[in-house]
Structure formats: C-alpha cells, structure tokens
C-alpha cells in the first residue's frame, strides 16, 4: 500500500504540472493580447495621419469622414481652428497663438511651454494628468508631441525631450498656457 506522504508529493507533481501549463496558456495570451493592442494603435494613428492629409489638402472647411466612433469630423486646412477635440493642430505660423489648438494637443503644448526644460513622454504623461505607468497613455501624448513637432510647434532634442519651438513660445505667453498649470510639469 503506498504511503501518504509519497501520494501527497504526486499530487504536488501534478499540481504543479497544471499551473506550469496555465502559466505558459497564460503568457502565450498576454503575448496575443499586447499584438492586438499594437494593432489596434497603428490603426487609429494611421486613421489619424489619413484625417489630417486629408485636412491638409483641403483648401477650404470640409467634413471628412472618421470611419471609428461614426462621427464626421471637419477637415480644418491651415486657415482652421481646430476647435474639435481631435483634429490635427494647423501649422504654426507667425501670429498664431496656443488658442487655435485643441484637446490634447493644447495640454501638450501648454505642459512643454510651462516646464522649466525640456521635457520627455513620461514627464508630458504627468503633466497633463495622465498616468505614466501605462505605456500606451505615454505613447499616446508622445505622438501628440510628434506631432506638434512636425507642424511647428514644439522642438525635439536629439534626446527626444521636448521644448516649445522659439517662434511659437514668443506667443505662448498667452492667459490659456499661464492660468493652467499642469502637475507634474518639469518633474524627473
């Protein structure tokens, strides 16, 4: 007859046994669940960059139509205001003010003019009240960032930090970049 104690370490072996194969189902699904994700973001910023061709081949105020959320979305060329909350900043040009940017954009840009140097996507993360443990909110403000970079709006060092292009932060001191002051702005 066996012995308790060696029908107890069997028992053990074939516990064990199950929660190595559960961790290694487990693992294999985190891996599909992290390539659906970055899917689903190359998606919508791809979504995005077509909006804002489009945007920028409109020479006068066209809807355009945003197949996600069912929604239309007006094609604001370099003459728009950006008014919406997801539309693609205008190109910045001499005169223009932070109060023709929108939503994220704004925030971004308001985060970078108000810290004390330059600034990364963790520290914008923060600062526009984000949270910067989460990888794609940080990815999310960073291609904000980028984007502001490319119309002109902010300067990008070779380290990737951020600060307000000089043309644009001569007008950044407007009362909509002062009166907010973002937490966490300038913090490491």
């Known amino acids: 007859m066996p012995s308790v104690l060696g029908l107890m370490e069997r028992r053990e072996a074939r516990a064990r046994q199950d929660l190595e194969s559960w961790t290694e189902v487990l693992e294999q699904a ?13 998606a919508r910023v791809g979504r ?17 139509s945003v197949p996600s959320g069912g929604g239309v979305a ?10 919406g909350h997801g539309e693609r900043p205008p190109a910045w040009r001499s005169g223009m003010g932070e109060e023709v940017l929108s939503g994220v954009y704004r925030e971004v840009f308001a985060a970078v003019v108000a ?9 914008l993360t923060r600062a526009v009240g984000r949270e910067a443990e989460v990888k794609n909110e940080v990815e999310k403000i ?11 709006w902010l300067v990008r060092a070779d380290d990737g930090r951020f600060t307000p292009a000089p043309g644009a932060v001569a007008r950044a001191a407007c009362p909509a970049s002062v009166e907010r002051p973002r937490p966490g702005a300038g913090t490491a």
């Not at 909006?51 to 920028?56: D, F, K, P, Q, R």
């Open 30 to 42: 985190q891996v599909e669940v992290d390539a659906a994700r970055e899917r689903v973001e190359r």
């Open 48 to 64: 995005e960059e077509l909006v804002s061709v489009l945007a920028e081949e409109s020479t006068v105020d066209t809807p355009v």
């Open 115 to 123: 810290a004390p140097g330059p600034v990364n996507g963790v520290e």
């Open 142 to 152: 960073r291609h904000r960032a980028y984007v502001l970079e490319k119309r002109g």
């Open 74 to 83: 007006t094609a604001a060329g370099s003459s728009g205001s950006g008014a």
